[in-house]
């Protein structure tokens, strides 16, 4: 069977990296290590404007050849897969760089888009070269949520009514764009009607954008289900989200533990064994179905077509805050830049 060549654009910070908000963080590490666990791939290349972070990324991964311009690194090694682990707001441009220079697939980290305007040509660029893009929303293939969508969709808390969390300290992008995939998700990627979103931006910058200090988001599903989001702060309780039905609810704990109260009764179903024994598989799958997709297996629920609507419903949260006004959708809108930046602009205005 045939071995892709795999490259990283943008490693992550030497060392150890940091967690917080705004901070420099290792994602690059987590597709490099990925590659090494796939047998099918091997990873030959990487590139970043940092020269430290770079070789740090290349003496860990042993990867002979870096590079500052990623432009020059597709034109040389050519690689047929690879992953953007940059700033949300050089996706596009790099997208494109790598659909023009034959890469085959590429597999992106999140957010995956800025602006309504980005949406609409990597649509074009996917369609007109043939790439095929998968985005990293792996929490799809924790088993736990995986048990949690059915239970939720079959009866056994009644009709879906809502699912509800809150990230503290962070916003609906860097972070809730992971949860707000995950209503998706439950609710099995039905349409979204419309969206109201609301954000106190002040002067907060990372990642290369404006960011929110508080943010939330509402919104409703074609079958009536609803999503809240609290981008900032954290729902009452140490449970991770909670889904809600006409005759219960499930409590997700840590990503892995289900606290089910259902007219038969409550129960518990951790998955804690099975998500350790499961170790980097969420990871790996999403290089693994990219892989049978480029072989011409179907899109997997992680490729653009998927994607690109939980895109449009974290934009559109920010574009109803920018409006004051609810969004319906899908998305009409040719707004060429991250929503926040208008809303960040507003904020330096009133100051003046």
């Known amino acids: 069977m045939s071995v892709f060549k795999t490259a990283v654009i943008g490693v992550g910070k030497a060392g150890a990296g940091s967690n917080a908000k705004g901070g420099g963080h290792q994602i690059g590490y987590a597709h490099g290590m990925m590659y090494q666990r796939i047998p099918r791939t091997r990873l030959v290349a990487a590139a970043d404007i940092n020269a430290e972070n770079l070789a740090a990324f290349q003496g860990k991964f042993a990867v002979e050849r870096g590079f500052s311009d990623h432009r020059k690194m597709l034109a040389e090694v050519r690689p047929d897969i690879v992953s953007l682990c940059t700033y949300v707001g050089l996706h596009r441009g790099m997208i494109e760089d790598c659909a023009r220079a034959g890469v085959k697939g590429i597999l992106c980290e999140k957010p995956f888009l800025p602006s309504p305007a980005d949406c609409a040509a990597v649509r074009r660029v996917a369609a007109e070269t043939g790439v095929k893009i998968v985005v990293a929303h792996f929490r799809r293939n924790r088993l736990a949520f995986r048990r949690a969508r059915d239970l939720y969709n079959d009866g056994a808390i009644g009709q879906p009514v809502l699912c509800v969390a809150g990230v503290e300290g962070w916003d609906l992008s860097e972070w809730g764009s992971h949860w707000l995939d995950m209503f998706r998700f439950f609710h099995r990627d039905q349409p979204i009607r419309w969206v109201f979103g609301q954000a106190r931006v002040r002067d907060s910058r990372g990642y290369g954008h404006a960011m929110e200090e508080h943010a939330i988001a509402y919104f409703e599903f074609e079958n009536g289900g609803k999503g809240f989001l609290d981008g900032g702060r954290k729902m009452a309780g140490d449970q991770t989200m909670t889904l809600l039905g006409t005759e219960g609810q499930i409590q997700i704990f840590r990503e892995a533990i289900l606290r089910i109260d259902a007219p038969t009764g409550r129960r518990v179903e951790d998955f804690s064994k099975e998500a350790s024994e499961q ?36 934009l559109a949260a920010y574009l109803s805050a920018v409006r004051g006004d609810r969004v319906d959708l899908p998305l009409r809108d040719d707004l060429a830049e991250w929503p926040v930046e208008i809303l960040a602009r507003r904020n330096t205005e009133r100051k003046q």
């Open 279 to 314: 170790g980097s598989q969420p990871w790996d799958r999403m290089l693994v179905d990219l892989i049978a997709w480029l072989e011409g297996r179907t899109e997997p629920e992680l490729g653009l077509t998927n994607m690109l609507k939980t895109s449009e419903l974290n």
